[in-house]
């Protein structure tokens, strides 16, 4: 069996559940109507089911649907892409709510709550939304969707707690269609069962035939009393072959277990009459057919009725594959490129125009609509032209390479040839002709034939426009328009066209529609000497509508400001407006112009303006021919012909057509390539080089832009960019766009796009965040780094913001003093490219607290020549070592303990001695503690305190001489 691609191939089972209700014989009915979406044949995978519900009631109801797909065979899961949507309801009063939802399986929940009615007919129908399911799957065969219902208590509905029948009818669609005969039986039996084409209007008929079988069936309780099935075409859905016919033949059967009827169709098949004009491709276009399906029935309840469903179904479109030998002809166009750059500067100037030594590049494009590939296909370029001198490269000959089936309508293969002109006559018309010829006897296309008019320039060489030439008329003129319509009954232009009328000759004609409109031909731009009378002159002839309700009006714009009319402005006419143009034109309404006829003869009248010496004299003036009309009744309209100026910079303001100059225009650059880096590794350079030429030599800037990439990079006018690759958190595409500039005209731009990688970025962690030290200690802090690309690593300290000349992961700080009782430490990890995150370290230092010192021996008294011992306590609150520092009366000692003795000295008379003491822990330096010591002299006489006095200068000069640490005559050392 021939795949199917299709979105769901559906068999719909519709039900009618009987509901409960107070009244007997009143019916709850849920109804299904069916719309596909989509195609099932293999032009198109899309399909769809749309489900819509109406429900008559005269009470609530609260059910649910479930919807069950089923593909008939255990070759193909149910696809798991099935999926189910619904519309919101169209009455506030029902809701539709899906509970339950499985790959193959979707159950909703329907409420309603209808009013309540005495009468015993069945209420209004209301519909609310339709269900949709769909799914992308390519299936082989059809999915078949079951339907079933269950009121809120699980049962079927009852009328009158009677259990009554519920009717459900089935239906499948089909499979792929195939053809019932072989080709050579398609062809006119007229011409012969081995013809390989066919015949110009000839007639063919094509059986097609449905091979899958086709199965209508029910399943009731009730009894079956007669059945009818039609099959017909979809009116409207043969455009192209008209109506074909359908026909089925089946058979039924009865199942008394289940008392179900069946019919089965083993084949049906569309009869359809074409007439082929030339030979090609024959395809079936009706995409639908209807199936209509009727019965009546009646219950155990007594209740009986009739039941109808009409189903439109979709089955595609299939196309009849015809071999290439009697396959559409292949279709040809040809396309001219005047401004190729590959021809290396071939075309002069830009006007599109081929003049004599400029080449061309013609191209012929071939599309193959036939169901084979073409080979072997030539085309032959030629000209019957005998004036004319054009050479075609390669003697005219361009040869095709393979040619595959076209798949869409854009699909189309070309090959290409220099066309060069060497001489011409000015405009003149050349006829180029491309024939087709094929060893192989392959299909070919029809000759082409395209004229070209060559030789030709425009420049400003006349005083006064006749609008003899379309061409020239809009390289000058303008045309504007505010219109309600594109078209009028009585006027095939809703616009000022240029036309040849019959009875005016060549004019500028604009129409007298019967809508509003607001049209205007604006002339060219001139410039009005400095002094002296100026004029417009013209001729023209108008036909507007009878009265003035139409009309048309001269305006004037000076230096480009707004529209003036001409009177209005200072100018006089000849003759002159005819009329006011009624108020109710929505446009010129109440102003004066031209209305109603200017004369019952059909001719043309000439009319001047006229501006005074000093009115526009240094001016650029600029007049438009305005018509303005209203909502009703056309007339012939206004005709313009020969518009000349006087007093003008510009004698000649109007463009004529001359032969070719041979003036070569500046010739746009253009780029070859871009060339460079394509992959970067962030930080790393990049370097981009553009390749551009100038047919004029010129020299060239570059203009570089950026068009992706977060981070803006350098900008460049070189035909190289070089820049940085810029950090980036993950892979990064940067594009820019280049064009070169000749100083005049930019190329078109290339794009080039350069992928940015990341590079890993180090990370780095801190061995201890928080350390805490005493002043004046030292500590070795460390850091470990890591790094995702396994790069080398360099390390930053920076302490309290300050960089330090370490690049290693540990550093020995020694806190010098408590001048800062914190320390911070930054440090950082680098790979060359990137920098780790910071490691932060906090440390502490804690201030040094200097020694304490007591004594109990503040005052001590002794006799001269006694043995003393003296003694202080010291403390430090860090538990440092102390040393101790002695002083005897300003004099330092060398004893550095808390403690000495000493034998006092022999005396003369009492004295005193004083000591004071103060302890350090190296850092900070105690309090002193002071000793006064008092000698007693055991004996009295004169000269003690000489004596005293003597031995102390004594001990001083002891000291002086021989340094610090010697004690004095007056204390003895034990």
Not at 88 to 100: A, H, I, R, W, Y
Not at 726 to 733: A, C, G, K
Request: proline residues 3%; glycine residues 8%; charged residues 15%.
């Amino acid at each position: 069996m021939k795949t199917i691609q299709a979105k769901l191939l559906l068999a719909i089972i519709a039900f009618m559940p009987i509901a409960n209700s107070a009244m007997a014989g009143t019916l709850s009915v849920i109804k299904q109507t069916h719309s596909q979406q989509g195609l099932v044949g293999v032009s198109s995978p899309q399909r769809s089911e749309n489900i819509t519900y109406t429900v008559e009631a005269e009470y609530s109801i609260d059910d649910t649907i479930t919807f069950t797909f089923s593909d008939g065979s255990i070759l193909q899961p149910i696809p798991t892409g099935l999926t189910a949507t619904a519309g919101n309801p169209d009455n506030s009063g029902f809701s539709l709510e899906l509970v339950n939802s499985d790959p193959g399986a979707f159950t909703y929940r329907v409420s309603a709550i209808a009013p309540s009615t005495t009468n015993s007919t069945v209420g209004a129908s209301i519909a609310f939304g339709a269900i949709s399911f769909s799914t992308s799957a390519i299936l082989s065969q059809p999915l078949f969707l079951t339907v079933s219902s269950q009121t809120a208590d699980g049962e079927s509905m009852d009328v009158d707690g009677t259990r009554t029948a519920t009717v459900a009818e089935t239906k499948s669609q089909f499979g792929s269609l195939v053809l019932s005969s072989s080709f050579d039986n398609i062809i006119d039996n007229n011409e012969g069962s081995d013809s390989t084409s066919f015949t110009d209007g000839d007639t063919d008929t094509i059986t097609w035939v449905e091979f899958v079988p086709f199965t209508l069936g029910w399943l009731n309780l009730a009894t079956v009393m007669s059945t009818s099935v039609t099959i017909e075409g979809d009116p409207g859905s043969m455009t192209e072959f008209g109506n074909a016919n359908f026909s089925a033949a089946g058979t039924q059967s009865f199942n008394p277990s289940t008392s179900a009827w069946t019919t089965t169709y083993n084949g049906m098949s569309l009869n359809d009459t074409m007439t082929f004009t030339t030979a090609g491709t024959a395809a079936l276009v009706a995409q639908h057919f209807r199936m209509s399906l009727a019965y009546n029935y009646s219950s155990a309840a007594g209740v009986n009725g009739t039941h109808s469903v009409t189903d439109k179904i979709s089955v595609g479109v299939w196309a009849l594959a015809i071999p290439s030998a009697i396959s559409t002809l292949p279709t040809a166009n040809v396309a001219f490129n005047y401004q190729n750059n590959t021809l290396n500067g071939a075309f002069c100037d830009l006007d599109d125009v081929l003049d004599p030594g400029e080449t061309a590049m013609m191209t012929v494009w071939l599309k193959n609509t036939g169901a084979d590939l073409l080979s072997d296909i030539q085309a032959q370029v030629s000209t019957t032209n005998a004036t004319a001198d054009i050479t075609f490269a390669n003697n005219g000959i361009i040869t095709f390479s393979d040619i595959p089936v076209s798949r869409d309508r854009d699909s189309m293969a070309s090959a290409m040839l220099e066309v060069t002109l060497n001489n011409a006559e000015i405009n003149e018309a050349i006829d180029i002709t491309v024939t087709f010829s094929s060893n192989s006897g392959a299909p070919l296309p029809e000759p082409i034939t395209t004229t070209l008019n060559v030789n030709r320039d425009y420049t400003q060489n006349r005083a006064s426009e006749d609008f003899s030439s379309a061409a020239t008329v809009w390289m000058d003129w303008q045309r504007s328009e505010e219109t309600s319509i594109t078209e009028d009954a009585e006027h095939a232009l809703t616009r000022w066209e240029v036309v040849n009328d019959n009875d005016l000759g060549f004019i500028a004609y604009g129409p007298n529609l019967s809508a509003e409109n607001d049209i205007s031909l604006i002339s060219p731009v001139v410039s009005v000497e400095g002094s002296g009378e100026f004029t417009m002159a013209f001729d023209h002839y108008f036909e507007f509508e009878a009265g003035s309700w139409d009309g048309g009006v001269i305006e004037l714009s000076i230096d480009g400001d707004d529209w003036t009319d001409i009177v209005d402005a200072g100018g006089t006419f000849a003759a002159g407006y005819n009329g006011t143009i009624s108020s109710a034109n929505p446009s010129l309404g109440d102003r004066p112009g031209f209305v109603d006829h200017s004369s019952y003869a059909v001719s043309m009248t000439a009319e001047t303006l006229t501006f005074a010496d000093g009115i526009l004299n240094g001016k650029e003036v600029q007049f438009r021919f305005r018509i303005g009309t209203d909502n009703s009744i056309s007339d012939r309209g206004w005709n313009i012909a020969n518009v000349s100026f006087t007093n003008i910079t510009n004698a000649t303001p109007f463009t004529g057509m001359v032969v070719d100059s041979g003036v070569c225009a500046n010739r746009a650059p253009f780029l070859n390539a871009v060339t460079g880096t394509e992959n970067a590794i962030e930080t790393s350079e990049v370097t981009l080089t553009a390749e551009g030429q100038d047919h004029d030599s010129d020299s060239l800037i570059y203009i570089w832009t950026q068009i992706a990439g977060t981070t803006t990079v350098n900008r460049s006018t070189n035909a190289t960019l070089t820049f940085d690759a810029p950090n980036v958190e993950s892979d990064e595409t940067y594009s820019f766009s280049v064009v070169s500039n000749d100083g005049t005209t930019s190329s078109d731009p290339l794009i080039v796009s350069v992928l940015i990688t990341a590079n890993a970025v180090p990370e780095i962690t801190a061995t201890e965040t928080m350390v805490t030290i005493g002043e004046g200690e030292t500590v070795t802090l460390s850091v470990s780094g890591s790094d995702g690309d396994g790069d080398s690593l360099t390390y930053e300290w920076m302490m309290n913001g300050r960089a330090l000349s370490v690049t290693g992961n540990s550093y020995e700080f020694t806190a010098s003093d408590a001048s800062q009782d914190s320390v911070f430490f930054s440090v950082t990890a680098s790979d060359g490219m990137e920098t780790s995150a910071a490691a932060e370290i906090d440390v502490t230092v804690t201030e040094n607290t200097a020694p304490t010192l007591t004594t109990n021996q503040s005052s001590l008294t002794v006799e001269e020549s006694e043995a003393v011992t003296l003694s202080v306590t010291g403390s430090d609150a860090e538990g440092d070592t102390l040393s101790y520092q002695w002083t005897q009366d300003g004099v330092a000692l060398s004893e550095t303990g808390n403690s000495f003795t000493f034998t006092s000295a022999s005396i003369n008379e009492d004295t005193t001695v004083v000591f004071r003491v103060t302890a350090s822990d190296g850092r900070n330096t105690s309090a002193p503690v002071v000793l006064v010591v008092s000698v007693e002299n055991k004996s009295s006489g004169g000269g003690g305190s000489m004596g005293w006095f003597v031995l102390l200068l004594g001990a001083l000069s002891f000291v002086r001489l021989h340094g610090r640490g010697k004690y004095s005559a007056l204390l003895k050392r034990t």
